[in-house]
Structure formats: structure tokens, C-alpha cells
């Protein structure tokens, strides 16, 4: 997706309306806001994204209690235990770490509630878990509504965003041209990066299967909304052999087959070019969107769980009539999310009337709590024929 946008900007085509699912609502987020693709390239590249796949905040974090019960039994989170039996997490990952990387991509765009309102008027697409049906989301939290638009069903815990859980758009609609119909656009220019079926020897394994199967859901809404291109629309659709939805490491390389399919393109593509100052407006305007919170006026805690607010709040060294400290306040929540309470701590920006921002911190319980059982396995070998091993469970 990046790489198509870098074509696009040699060749001086202005984008009046971005739609974007899963990775793509990332990628389509951060150009409607503003940012300029060099930047994304940069932000890409230089980003941490094992640990989007990590909730754990490290041993740092954490209150010596919990290193300890991390050393002894660290098959975690635990398996939670109430009265109506025993219960898991809505996803391998609940996506602590993930949502501080979305709030410091798009960070520019913090206050912007309606998405009319960025740079380029933009739409992330999601799936209803419970009904299977598509989600346009226009406005909230920029950061949660990506968030939901590419929380991978199994592998990230759903979101809660108006009363919906939410997972992937691509299961519901991967390529919404749909959409972009709906919100008037008359020129399509789609990348679809859907993965290629497996071949019959490549299907071997239980993930494997599953993948295969999540491909067909996929390449099926797919192909329906390819039916919806006219002649005057471009499709893109880069060679990824051999890459997969797990390869953001090799984000130069990705890049690189973006721009080198969109440049295959490039005789389309040049039609839609505009003058040069016809240009330089278009980048003037989306230059003009970028803001600052300035002074943090209040700060509300959004708590959904047993504990008291201010027993967070106290916790939290951010104060009122004082500019945002994002490495200090990120410090903090993985403070209280290393206690061990929580699912996910988060936090936005919410604007108000006058020059300053409102800061809500976003609290939620663990779903498969409050009990937690957890499991632990020693071993110890001193290679004489003496071996010892201690099981290890822990009720919580």
C-alpha cells in the first residue's frame, strides 16, 4: 500500500477519499491525516512490530510479586475461573503493546473525531463478530478505529467500539470499493493484497488448514467487490509470492513491489495527474490538517473495573496545565497494566472548547476474570541419570 502511494505522488495523482481494511486502514489512516509517505516509509521501517504481538510490558514494569509469580508459573495470562466455570481471552493477544504504537502513529490526527474532518476524508472497515457484517467507521478514536479494522479474529482479542464487537474488516469486506462508491468517489484506484489460495502440498498442517480456510472467506468478498470496478477504475495487485501478512519486517522490500505494480500501471495512472500547482495545493491542504494538543486541561479516568480511580490516578505522573508527556505517561500505564488486573490500558485525546486537551485513560478488567489459574514446569538435569521435574499450579 505504501508503495503504491509513493507512485502515485510522483506522478501527481491527488486522492480525495481513502477506505482502508486491516492493514490497510494503518497505512490509509496515517495518508489521510496528513503524513507524508516518506515519513510512513521511515515510521514503518524503524518500528518495533514484535512487540505489537506482545502484551506483556517486561520485568521493568511489573511490582516483585508479579516477577515472582512470572518466574514460578509463566503460562500467562492464566485460565480465568468463575462460578459459571473456566474462561479464556477473546484473543491470544489483547493488543496492550499495539495500541500504543497506533496512538503514537497518529498522533497528529488525536483530536480529530469526525473523519470527514482529516486531511482526506477517510473510512476503516471492520467486522461485526456477531453478525458478520461490514462496519464503516467515520468517526471516534483514529487509533481504535484502525485497532478494530485490523484485529485479526483468534490472534488479537476483538474491540468494543458503540456497543459492536469488532474484529478484521477482511472478513466481512477486504477490498471495499463499495464504499468508496457510497462516499462518491467516480475513479477507483484499489490495491488488493489479498493472499493466493495454497497449493494442495503446501496444506500439511492444522495452521495451514485454518489459513486456508480464512483465505477463502477472504479472496470470496474479494472477488465480489471486483465485480463493482468499471473501466475507468485501476486495479493493483502486487506479486507477493512467497510473502505473507506476517512479513512486516520486509517492509523495504514490500515497498519496492508496491511501487514497482503501480508503476506497471503508470500509463493509467497519468491521466489522472495534475499541474504542478494544482499540486502543490493539494499538499498545502493536507499539510494544513496536522495539530498539536497543546496543555493537558483534565484528566478523567474511564475505569470499568472494581478498583477505585483514583488508585490510578496517583499512579499517573502526567498533570493538568502541562503539555503531554507520551514517553512518561506510556511508562505509567504499562505500570498499571504490569500489575496484572487489566486486559488493556489505554488512552486518548479528547478536544475541548477552549486551547487545551482532555486526557481519558481507558481501563478494562480482564473479561475471564477475576480468578486466575496458572501453570508453571521445572526441570533440572545433572546429566549423572539424576532428573527432577515440579509441577506447578497456582489459584489466583
Known amino acids: 500500500h505504501v508503495g503504491v502511494l509513493r507512485v502515485l505522488e510522483e506522478l501527481k495523482v491527488p486522492v480525495d477519499i481513502v477506505v482502508g481494511t486491516s492493514a490497510g ?16 516509509e521511515e515510521r514503518f521501517i524503524e518500528m518495533d512490530w514484535v512487540s505489537s504481538f506482545r502484551d506483556d510490558p517486561g520485568r521493568a514494569y511489573k511490582p516483585v510479586r508479579r516477577k515472582r509469580q512470572g518466574w514460578r508459573y509463566p503460562v500467562s495470562p492464566g485460565i480465568g475461573v468463575r462460578l459459571d466455570g473456566l474462561h479464556l481471552g477473546g484473543g491470544i493477544i489483547a493488543g496492550q503493546n499495539l495500541g500504543f504504537i497506533l496512538n503514537e502513529l497518529t498522533r497528529d490526527a488525536a483530536l480529530v473525531e469526525d473523519f470527514d474532518e482529516l486531511a482526506i476524508p477517510f473510512r476503516a472497515i471492520a467486522t461485526d463478530l456477531e453478525t458478520g457484517e461490514e462496519v464503516v467507521i467515520g468517526s471516534g478514536n483514529l487509533s481504535e478505529a484502525i485497532r478494530a479494522s485490523m484485529s485479526i479474529p483468534g490472534v488479537y482479542a476483538p474491540v468494543t467500539l458503540d456497543g459492536r464487537l469488532l474484529v478484521d474488516g477482511g472478513v466481512a469486506n477486504n477490498l471495499p470499493v463499495n464504499v468508496a462508491h457510497e462516499l462518491g468517489a467516480d475513479i477507483v484506484i484499489a490495491v488488493d493484497i489479498t493472499d493466493p489460495l495454497l497449493e494442495r502440498e503446501d496444506i500439511r498442517e492444522a495452521f495451514s488448514v485454518v489459513g486456508q480456510l480464512t483465505t477463502m472467506m477472504t479472496r470470496q468478498n474479494t472477488e465480489r467487490q471486483l465485480k463493482l470496478l468499471g473501466d475507468q477504475d485501476i486495479l493493483v495487485r502486487p506479486d507477493l509470492k512467497g510473502l505473507s501478512s506476517a512479513d512486516f519486517h520486509e517492509a523495504p522490500a514490500l515497498f519496492e513491489l508496491g511501487a514497482s505494480s503501480a508503476r506497471g500501471h503508470a500509463g493509467e495512472l497519468r491521466h489522472l495527474s495534475v499541474s504542478d500547482d494544482e499540486w502543490d495545493r493539494f499538499r498545502n491542504r493536507l499539510k494544513a490538517h496536522s495539530s498539536s494538543p497543546g496543555v493537558i486541561t483534565d484528566i478523567r479516568i474511564d475505569d ?53 486537551t482532555d486526557l481519558v485513560i481507558r481501563v478494562r478488567e480482564k473479561s475471564w476474570g477475576p480468578n486466575y489459574l496458572s501453570f508453571g514446569l521445572n526441570y533440572e538435569d545433572n546429566f549423572e541419570n539424576d532428573t527432577r521435574f515440579n509441577v506447578a499450579t497456582s489459584l489466583r
Open 25 to 40: 486502514s494503518a497505512v490509509g489512516a496515517l495518508y489521510a491525516s496528513g503524513m507524508e509517505v516518506r515519513e510512513i
Open 304 to 356: 470499568r473495573s472494581r478498583l477505585a480511580g483514583d488508585f490510578l490516578r496517583e499512579r499517573i505522573r502526567q498533570q493538568t496545565g502541562e503539555p503531554l508527556d507520551v514517553h512518561a505517561l506510556e511508562e505509567d500505564l504499562k505500570r498499571i497494566y504490569g500489575l496484572g488486573y487489566y486486559e488493556t490500558v489505554s488512552y486518548s485525546l479528547v478536544p475541548t472548547d477552549g486551547p487545551g
